[in-house]
Structures are given as C-alpha cells and as structure tokens.
C-alpha cells in the first residue's frame, strides 16, 4: 500500500475509472486524501482501520494496511476501491535532530471493488 509510518492517503474525490483516483500513506506522518482537482485534504496520522471525518462529501476512510488495500465511502453511498501498486522508501524525520528514520510510502490506485 501507499502508507509509511506517517500516514498520507491520497483518495479522489469524484473517483472511477476515468479519473484515476489514489490513496497515499506516509508512515509516522500523515494520511491526505488527494481529490480529482488536485486539492489535498488532510486525515491525520492514519494507516489502518476506518475513520469518519469532517469533509461534506465523504463519509468514511477504511485503510487495510496488512492486505495493501483501501475504500472511501462518499455522501452518495458511492464507493471507491483502492490497490497498493507501488511503495517507496527513504530518510525522514532526519531535521528533528534525533537522527533519521526509515519511513515507507504507499500508493494506491483505484482497483475494481472487492472488499
């Protein structure tokens, strides 16, 4: 999946095929949701499990770490699937003076729905 330690999840708003939305986990950090248009809507420090959220056109974010795969329920009940289909690895946190960790990224792509 796309999650390091921080979580980022990069999610699309209006999903589907076409759009290609996505889902990016940073471990130790953060999870964003990352709309169609570009615009990235934070989550917090998030990489497994299900969380509500404040956002008008989505109600709910499940992260399945261990199986690399995640879904966005919108306010229309649609449902967006996600797949890991590409991780990447590298220093961070190295400016807090405590020496660097390794922290692992995740990306998803939206996947036909299957959980």
């Given at each position: 999946?796309?999650?390091?330690?921080?979580?980022?999840?990069?999610?699309?708003?209006?999903?589907?095929?076409?759009?290609?939305?996505?889902?990016?986990?940073?471990?130790?950090?953060?999870?964003?949701?990352?709309?169609?248009?570009?615009?990235?809507?934070?989550?917090?420090?998030?990489?497994?499990?299900?969380k509500k959220?404040?956002?008008?056109?989505?109600?709910?974010?499940?992260?399945?770490?261990?199986?690399?795969?995640?879904?966005?329920?919108?306010?229309?009940?649609?449902?967006?699937?996600?797949?890991?289909?590409?991780?990447?690895?590298?220093?961070?946190?190295?400016?807090?003076?405590?020496?660097c960790k390794t922290c692992?990224?995740?990306?998803?792509?939206?996947?036909?729905?299957?959980?």
């Amino acid at each position: 999946m796309k999650f390091s330690l921080t979580a980022a999840a990069v999610l699309s708003a209006l999903g589907g095929v076409a759009n290609a939305a996505k889902i990016e986990v940073l471990t130790e950090r953060r999870t964003t949701y990352i709309a169609n248009d570009g615009d990235r809507h934070g989550l917090g420090k998030f990489t497994d499990g299900c969380k509500k959220n404040s956002f008008p056109w989505m109600k709910e974010i499940c992260i399945d770490d261990k199986r690399n795969r995640a879904h966005a329920v919108y306010q229309t009940n649609r449902k967006d699937c996600f797949k890991v289909t590409h991780e990447t690895s590298g220093n961070c946190n190295c400016e807090l003076g405590w020496g660097c960790k390794t922290c692992y990224t995740k990306h998803y792509t939206t996947t036909a729905y299957n959980w």
